[in-house]
Every structure is written in structure tokens, then in C-alpha cells.
């Protein structure tokens, strides 16, 4: 199970250390890059897998700083901690194994406190998000 922060508290608490800024290169390394093709152009639809709706690196690049800058915070069971922001909008879709799955209003970027590892893709907010933070109590997004 996970535990969720809003972005004030994960900021008050030191859980929020982002490292990623709008001139940041989040598609420098061979790692990103991957991570970057497979989520905004992909070759395999094997699993579960989410794809940007516009396959451009400005728009992946404003998701993750918007995330960083203004997204709550989720420690996961194996204390990974992510980010995710409610873009109240069309970012992208999910598919399983190739067939649709759901449409995705949200990104989630991991591996934030790391700029050569630090990537994002497009997640559904609702099936899976919707949370109070767990130091103050109020929902997330406010």
C-alpha cells in the first residue's frame, strides 16, 4: 500500500527533492531516451503501457517540470518516491497489451531526485490516485 502526501507536506516533510528544471536535458541519457520512446512512440504493446498523446519532447518535458514543481507525492510499498500531478485534462491513454484501456488526466514521474534516470508517463487519476495526504488529511489534488 502506498502513503500520500500533498505537495505542501512532502515539501515540509524533505520528501520532495526534484532535480528536474525546464532546461533540463530529461531525455540525456540512454536510459531516458528509451523511457521517452516508449512512452510517446512506442514499438510494443506488451503489458500495460501508457502513450502521451502528442509524442513531442516540449510537451514531455512541461509534464515533468509541472509534475516536479506542483504534483503530490506517493512513497510506494518498496518506499519509492513518486510524483504525480492531476492535469484535469487529456495527456494520453493505457493500453494492455495492445487494447485501450482508459484514458489518462495525470502524470506520474519517478526517479525524481535523479536527472539521469528521472522520467514520466501519463496515468489515469482517477482509477488510481484519488487520496488524502497522509500527514494533514486533505485530498489529493485539493
Known sequence: MADHY???CALRL???TPVVAPTSNITGSTYQL???MKHTMPTNYAGVLSIF???EYTP???YTVTTAASGSVEVDA???VNLIWYAGKHVGMTFEDGI???PDDAIKVVLHHDITLVHSFSANYEFQYINRCKNCDRYIPP
Open 6 to 8: 500533498c505537495h505542501e
Open 14 to 16: 524533505g520528501l520532495l
Open 34 to 36: 528509451g523511457k521517452f
Open 53 to 55: 498523446d502528442r509524442p
Open 60 to 62: 514531455y518535458l512541461d
Open 78 to 80: 518498496q518506499n519509492r
Open 100 to 102: 485501450y484501456y482508459c
